[in-house]
Nanobody, 114 residues
Framework: QVQLVESGGGLVQPGGPLRLSCVASGFTFSRYGMRWYSQAPEQVRELVAVISSTGTSRNYADSVKGRFTTSRDNAKNTVDLQMNSLKPEDTAVYYC???????WGQGTQVTVSS
């Protein structure tokens, strides 16, 4: 079954860390760049981070540069998003995405609140 499954979301206090994971199945994961998006309530989905198929190239939205890091393990078919120094405005549902296949995960909720 071709799918992406995110995990790791939850409630975290401002300034805290959280690590999201996305597991891919049903396709050759190592051939594709991966993306992370966030979608806050009543907002459009926004690109957060991009990682190339080999993991050697990464790009981030200005709003998360220096705080978020994406990485991948092609042997395990996983891509992660390490989020540090979280802010209330980071509250959103986070999705992993394979643009070349038009594939989205179901999303995982991140809530940053004291």
């Amino acid at each position: 079954q071709v799918q992406l499954v995110e995990s790791g979301g939850g409630l975290v206090q401002p300034g805290g860390p959280l690590r999201l994971s996305c597991v891919a199945s049903g396709f050759t994961f190592s051939r594709y760049g991966m993306r992370w998006y966030s979608q806050a309530p009543e907002q459009v989905r926004e690109l957060v981070a991009v990682i190339s198929s080999t993991g050697t190239s990464r790009n981030y939205a200005d709003s998360v540069k220096g705080r978020f890091t994406t990485s991948r393990d092609n042997a395990k078919n996983t891509v992660d998003l390490q989020m540090n120094s979280l802010k209330p405005e980071d509250t959103a549902v986070y999705y992993c995405h394979v643009q070349a296949r038009g594939l989205w995960g179901q999303g995982t909720q991140v809530t940053v609140s004291s």
